[in-house]
């Protein structure tokens, strides 16, 4: 098996002995096609992480955490009068 440096030597002399201005023109087009897909593909590949940090993540989106304090006003403000049970019973009918 040849090693891709031998691979890329033989398509230099490949392409140093072209003679056809069209098939130079045709080589360019798909090499442009080529880097595009690469650049596109490279915003992708970023290194896996061997430990899940759930915090990181949540330093990268920017979480915000609910206001507790918010949340109890709104509680307080509705006043619910049914048990917990009974309107989780509501939730799944």
């Given amino acids: 098996m ?10 230099i002399q490949e392409v140093s002995q072209m003679q056809d201005e069209q098939d130079l023109n045709q080589l360019e087009t798909t090499l442009r096609t080529i880097r595009g897909r690469q650049e596109r593909l490279s915003k992708y590949r970023k290194p896996i992480l061997k430990k899940f940090d759930p915090e990181a993540v949540k330093r990268r989106h920017q979480f ?12 307080r403000k509705i006043n619910v009068q049914e048990p917990l049970e009974e309107l989780l019973a509501m939730l799944s009918r």
Avoid: S
Wanted: glycine content about 4%.
């Fill in 2 to 11: 040849i090693d891709i440096a031998e691979r890329k030597l033989e398509l």
């Fill in 64 to 75: 915000k955490g609910q206001d507790k304090e918010a949340f109890m006003q709104l509680v």
